[in-house]
């Protein structure tokens, strides 16, 4: 069984940092990619960033420069390092992966950026 779970979210003032992580269990992880999406109350789920198994990754726009993803293999957990926080970066901040058809979530972790 599958399980993603993330930790590290919290309350920072604007321009403060955080370290998000999503531990995973039941997957060979290192040879799966990864992402961090985050979502707001009644908006669409968005990509922050992934990392693939290779460690290549790509960015969204809105956090290109402040955001950066990595993974450690060994300790199956993917990373999401937060510098230069916006307020408009609050959200609740999911990690997923995908297994042949099927996608899996963590329960997700709130960020919250005060101005």
């Known amino acids: 069984q599958v399980q993603l779970v993330e930790s590290g979210g919290g309350l920072v003032q604007a321009g403060g940092s955080l370290r998000l992580s999503c531990r995973a269990s039941?997957?060979?992880?290192?040879?799966?990619?990864m992402g961090w999406y985050r979502q707001a109350p009644g908006k669409q789920r968005e990509l922050v960033a992934a990392i693939t198994s290779a460690g290549i990754t790509n960015y969204a726009d809105s956090v290109k420069g402040r955001f950066t993803v990595s993974r450690d293999n060994a300790k199956n957990t993917v990373y999401l390092q937060m510098n230069s926080l916006k307020p408009e970066d609050t959200d609740v901040y999911y990690c997923?992966?995908?297994?042949?058809?099927?996608?899996?979530w963590g329960q997700g972790t709130q960020v919250t950026v005060s101005s």
């Open positions: 997923k992966t995908r297994r042949g058809v099927f996608d899996y």
């Open positions: 039941g997957i060979i992880f290192s040879i799966y990619a």
